[in-house]
Every structure is written in C-alpha cells, then in structure tokens.
C-alpha cells in the first residue's frame, strides 16, 4: 500500500492540471480533441473502479463488462419506455449492478472463491448478461442494440446537441474527478486498511479480527456501482450500442489495461494507463499503413507483457524510484 503523503508540490501541480483541464473546452472547440480527452476520462473512470475492487482486495474480475452493461441498458430502458431521466436511470443501474455485484460475490466468497477462480465467475456472468440481452428481443432489441434518439438541449435528460458537446466533456472530468477522490479516500481509511491486508494475505487479515466476507463484499458493490454508472454515460455519449459493446470481454478488459499499465497501488495510476493507452491506439492508427490493420493490438500485447514483467507495479513505481534516487543524492539525506 503507497502510504506516502502528498507535499505541497503536489498539490499546486494538481491544481494547474485541474486549470487547464476545465478551460481545455475553451481553448479549442476541436471536436477530435475534445473526443479523446473524453474517452481518457471514461476509461480512467472505469479503471480506477475495477481498482477499488480487484487492486485494493486482489480479487480479480474478468467481467466487470456485466455491471456496466447492466447500467447501460437500465438507463436507456427506462429513458425509452418510461422517459425517466438518465440521472435517475444512472442511480438506479448503479442499485442494480451493486445487487448484483453483492449476489455474486456472497456465492463466489462463501465457498472460497478467489483469484483466477473468481476471475472466470465473473467473465462467465458478463457472458450470460450478454447472452440474455440478445435473447430478450422485445425488452433489449436483440443484436440491434438500443438507440437513443438526438434530441433537443435538456441537461435534465442528458440530451446533448452536437454544437454543445463539450459538456459531456465536463459530465465525464467531474465523475472522474470524483471517483478518484472516493478511492484516494478508501486507501486513506481503516476500510482500505482492511482491503490491503486480505489482498497481501485473507487467512492472516481473519486470524488478526478483519471480516473478510464482509469487507469484499462492500468493495464488489462500490466497483460495481462505480463502473454502472460509466454504462450509463457511455449509452448517452454514443446514442446507440449492441450487447456485444457493453457485455463483451473487450468491455472488462479496457477496464484492466490502465491499472496494469499505470500501477493500481498508486492513486493516479489509472489515469496515467488511460492517457497511454488512448494516446497510443489514436497515434498507431494514423501512423500504421493499412495493411498492418490490428498490428497496435499486437504490440500493444507485448508493451503491457513487458510492464507486467518488469514493472509489476506500473509507470507510477519508475516515478517514485527517480523520485528516491534524487532524494538520496540530496545534500544532508
């Protein structure tokens, strides 16, 4: 666990980035721009939700795609047939995948699921919610997917024109902004205390007083809630999606990626993997030919292999060895 305190540089540096990340939109009104940074901030969001989870608890998740599906379609749901809003829609998709995230952890802990174990329950229940989306026709529309119609200018609705389209940008900084927050603040807590010990050993953490069953099954239902809540946002940023985008082991994986890449015992971890990986896959289509379609994919395999080799901690681990390294060679240290 990184129980390092942040110093005062921190925290002016935060705020520069904080500057400049709200006055982005009005700087450039480039729509491609304003595209990616989103698409940094939702995959950010997402891995620092998987974190909460699966980094803090160890307990890793293969199908964290089933609770953002699952708030997708909950919103869109009820936005169509009942024109509730998609904030409320949000809420109650968030319930939802919690329930869920509950019910399938008290099954999976109770008979002493864990690691690679868990992994599969949860990659095989993202399967099964994929499975019941396309058979549910009537409710879900099959492999068609739902499509939300573009409508006119209602921030209650979450109905975004085009013109206007950097407020999503400002939706998606503020739920980032806020969940990274909430898991900064869980590492800082005696509940995060308690996920470090039975991520580093469950029988020792329960042999010293700490309800094992009791504390993953709170950080299944945050991650779960958390990573439902993107759903939401991502069916309202793109008006139309198919269970394959919100169900698939693609979906799980984005979610991985950033926390592997940028190290999930830091809090910035996840943010720094997104910025990389996005700016990566942008940068790799524009540079590889055509006829090396799909190449990206592959090296970016072998960057994440290496990572995992050589830096088991992520990025953030070679920042604070230079880090360490300065302050050894620092008069009177």
């Known amino acids: 666990m990184d129980s390092r305190k942040p110093s005062p540089l921190a925290y002016v540096a935060g705020g520069i980035v904080l500057a400049l990340l709200l ?10 721009v304003l595209h990616i940074a989103v698409q940094i901030f939702l995959l950010a969001y997402m891995g620092q939700s998987w974190n909460i989870m699966c980094g803090y608890t160890g307990q890793l998740s293969f199908g964290h795609a089933a609770f953002f ?33 509950l019910g399938i952890g008290a099954v999976s802990f109770k008979y002493g699921a864990r690691g690679v174990y868990f992994a599969f329950i949860t990659m095989a229940l993202a399967e099964i919610m994929r499975l019941l989306a396309l058979s549910w026709g009537r409710l879900t529309n099959g492999a068609e997917g739902l ?32 969940c990274t927050l909430l898991a900064y603040k869980i590492r800082k807590m005696r509940f995060g205390y308690y996920l470090f010990a039975l991520r580093e050993n469950e029988d020792a953490a329960e042999m010293i007083g700490v309800n094992v069953f009791r504390y993953k099954l709170i950080a299944v239902s945050v991650s779960a809630f958390l990573t439902a809540l993107a759903g939401t946002f991502y069916a309202q940023y793109y008006h139309h999606f198919e269970p394959q985008d919100v169900f698939g082991v693609p979906m799980s994986f984005n979610m991985i990626f950033p926390v592997i890449i940028g190290g999930g015992n830091y809090t910035l ?8 990986q ?42 604070f060895r230079w880090k360490a390294r300065i302050q050894r060679k620092a008069p009177g240290t």
């Open 69 to 101: 599906g699952l708030g997708a379609y909950t919103s869109t749901l009820l936005l169509l047939n009942f024109g509730v809003s998609p904030w409320i829609g949000m809420l109650a998709g968030g319930l939802l995948a919690a329930l869920l995230g």
């Open 269 to 276: 971890g996840p943010i720094l993997g997104s910025i990389i």
């Open 23 to 32: 006055a982005l939109p009005l700087i450039t009104k480039n729509h491609y």
């Open 147 to 178: 499509l939300i119609p573009i409508a006119e200018q209602n921030l209650a609705m979450l109905s975004i024109t085009r013109e206007n389209r950097f407020i999503y940008y400002y939706v998606m900084l503020a739920m980032l902004a806020g």
């Open 278 to 319: 996005t700016l990566f896959e942008e940068t790799s289509r524009f540079i590889m030919p055509q006829t090396m379609h799909g190449f990206h994919r592959i090296l970016y395999g072998v960057i994440i292999v290496l990572v995992i080799v050589y830096l088991p901690n992520g990025l953030m681990e070679l920042f």
